[in-house]
């Protein structure tokens, strides 16, 4: 996810999660991914919506979309795409009650997971509310990504504003502990995807994408998974 600026705030916000204009949806594209994943016509549950620039896209592909998210302005600004909006804490144990049972094709879970105390209890949860063939679209950063190795080598764990070190996060993941988490609650993953960021990537993009393919473990700065009871 981006944010406007390089100013580190440490704001818990999600507002800083909001793109500088419309959300990115090239090629190689995160967004255009999970999109493309989420497909066309679906009932959608967008958990951590933020301020709805991903709901936005969904609704142009004749979804309907429910978001969640702990920020209510954040959440304030989502209505304006989402058919509805919840407040909710996904660290709470009760947080699911207000959502309808089966009620949902897809739950995308877009750099979510890594900010909960307990990833896979929520996973549980939302079981609860996919439809029979319904599936889930997550996302999660690769702490182990070669800029963060770099980084750790020379004796440097600075946590940033948002990125692999966001300093809200409280779960790190490598590739094998996020299939771990995923399988363990109970998921069948149906599709994987390294996608590739970072500082250099704006250079050589089809170098990056290759080398986020061959080895995604070093060089993949998010894993997309798609996963079906």
Known sequence: MGVAGDTIGYSKGSLRYDPEGVAQCVAFDRNRILLDWVGNGKRVLEVGCSTGFMSRLMVERN???????????????????????????????????????????????GDVLEHLVDPARVLDQIDDVLSTNGYLVISLPNIVHWETRLKVLMGKFDYQAWGTLDHTHLRFFTLTNARELIESAGYRIIRFHPTFGG???GYARPVWRLLARSMPGLFAYQFLFEARK
């Open 63 to 109: 979804c309907i979309v429910t978001g969640i998210e702990v920020d209510a302005e954040a959440a304030q600004r989502a209505r304006r795409y989402c058919e509805k909006v919840h407040v909710l804490d996904l660290n709470g144990f009760d947080w699911i009650k207000d959502i309808h049972e089966n009620a949902f094709d897809v739950v995308l879970l």
């Open 199 to 201: 500082r250099m990537s």
